[in-house]
């Protein structure tokens, strides 16, 4: 399995999802810098966390029209696993691989907390370590997480069984639409999530919850090797 990171300059998660990579896999990951206009051979791609170029504009407005990120769509559209986390996912929807929008959170404030997810797609090979329903914990840290979708393409998303992670229990910590705290796209390879999977994958952490995710992805990707 290849792991490729992208950095892109106010990446601040980037350091935990190649801790997280290596501790499960074995293997450090690919740095990719986001005035590269070639992604290395890899089978997973991720956009971490953080606030690329400080959230100017609008989160992930300005890192979605960087070179590597023309690299990222053709890997996308040729199938490659890409996963985006909170500021990788808003980079995501500004690129226009994924649907929708993140919003400035509904309280109008930056919320770092824990929440509750509901698996609500298992049937994917990111989270099928997971159950249908089943209900984890994972971090969140974001001003901007909000997510947004027009009546059409909410409607699509749901029918689609795009949405990935709802927020549950009550937990949903920034108003986003339907409780939805990750989708995929309509092909299913590309991952797009508010909270960080990344900060809860071993016991020092807190809990496990969030390795399954890695877990299921390198597996996929090992077993397509083979």
Request: aromatic share 6%.
């Amino acid at each position: 399995m290849k792991a490729a990171i992208v950095q892109f300059p106010g990446s601040n998660r980037d350091r935990d999802m190649f801790a997280a990579l290596e501790t499960i896999s074995g293997q450090p990951a690919h740095k990719v810098w986001h005035t590269d206009t070639e992604l290395p051979n890899c089978d997973l791609i991720i956009l971490p966390g953080g606030f690329s170029h400080g959230d100017y504009l609008r989160s992930g407005a300005i890192a979605a029209r960087a070179p590597v990120m023309r690299a990222v769509a053709t890997a996308a559209a040729q199938g490659v696993r890409v996963l985006g986390v909170c500021n990788g996912f808003q980079i995501l929807t500004e690129a226009g691989l994924l649907p929708g929008s993140l919003m400035r959170n509904a309280g109008l404030t930056f919320v770092c907390r824990e929440v509750m997810l509901e698996v609500a797609n298992p049937q994917n090979p990111f989270t099928c370590g997971y159950t249908q329903g089943e209900i984890i914990r994972c971090p969140v840290a974001h001003h901007d997480g909000n997510y947004f979708a027009a009546p059409k393409t909410l409607a699509k998303i749901e029918s689609n069984n795009q949405v990935a992670f709802r927020y549950a229990n009550g937990t949903n910590p920034n108003g986003s639409v339907n409780d939805i705290a990750g989708v995929f796209n309509k092909q299913g390879n590309v991952l797009g999530m508010m909270p960080h999977p990344e900060n809860l994958i071993e016991a020092a952490h807190g809990g496990t919850d969030g390795r399954r995710l890695f877990e299921a992805a390198l597996d996929m990707l090992e077993s397509t090797a083979a």
